[in-house]
T-cell receptor, first 112, second 115 residues
Framework: ETGVTQTPRHLVMGMTNKKSLKCEQH?????MYWYKQSAKKPLELMFV???????ENNSVPSRFSPECPNSSHLFLHLHTLQPEDSALYLC???????????FGPGTRLLVL | AQTVTQSQPEMSVQEAETVTLSCTYD???????LFWYKQPPSRQMILVIR??????QNATENRFSVNFQKAAKSFSLKISDSQLGDAAMYFC????????????FGTGTLLAVQP
């Protein structure tokens, strides 16, 4: 399945590092999403972009900074993260918001 | 506020048997979508089935079917002829695409399939 790709697949970073997660969709969709999946917790929606415009920010700390340069690409810029930010970060896309979402394989992030 | 509840943290089924996963939700909206996604050990989230709230007919995808009870706000997933590859975490998802988009995942049900 190559509809939604995410890089890197694994990332280890220190609390003072700056890194970026990348998501790319090849489905011609107009909406893209970032989710955080931590152990023992429900999947958390972080950001929603619709036609490159951010339409939702679910009280995400400013150390997470999304960027959507076009409808096919979505980035999540990370800086001064905390160990509790270690999680699986999932990207998804859909034709329109509220329609079927297709997920990428995720980036497993470990913050030391 | 919308909520999604999956009351069964874990379930187990014998291969070739049938199992039903439950999901209830709460909303004041009338037009929304409900989904079941599965997440196997690979962590890849995969769509299982989708139901539009305005449709009375229950959705079916091969061995997977839902029992959608709109008045009761219930959306259960039935897996028939269970296979080993069905072992995964199953998430019930509510999506409302109105003026304020709402996407809510349930806490998940971990399904084990016994050979």
């Amino acid at each position: 399945e190559t509809g939604v790709t995410q890089t890197p697949r694994h990332l280890v970073m220190g609390m003072t590092n700056k890194k970026s997660l990348k998501c790319e969709q090849h489905l011609g969709h107009n909406a893209m999403y970032w989710y955080k999946q931590s152990a023992k917790k429900p999947l958390e929606l972080m950001f929603v972009y619709n036609f490159k415009e951010q339409t939702e920010n679910n009280s995400v700390p400013s150390r997470f900074s999304p960027e959507c340069p076009n409808s096919s690409h979505l980035f999540l810029h990370l800086h001064t993260l905390q160990p509790e930010d270690s999680a699986l970060y999932l990207c998804a896309s859909s034709q329109r918001v509220a329609e079927t979402q297709y997920f990428g394989p995720g980036t497993r992030l470990l913050v030391l | 506020a919308q909520t999604v509840t999956q009351s069964q943290p874990e379930m187990s089924v014998q291969e070739a048997e049938t199992v039903t996963l439950s999901c209830t939700y709460d909303t004041s909206e009338s037009d929304y979508y409900l989904f079941w996604y599965k997440q196997p050990p690979s962590r890849q989230m995969i769509l299982v089935i989708r139901q539009e709230a305005y449709k009375q007919q229950n959705a079916t995808e091969n061995r997977f079917s839902v029992n959608f009870q709109k008045a009761a706000k219930s959306f259960s997933l039935k897996i028939s002829d269970s296979q080993l590859g069905d072992a995964a975490m199953y998430f019930c998802v509510f999506i409302y695409g109105g003026a304020t988009n709402k996407l809510i995942f349930g806490t998940g049900t971990l399904l084990a399939v016994q050979p």
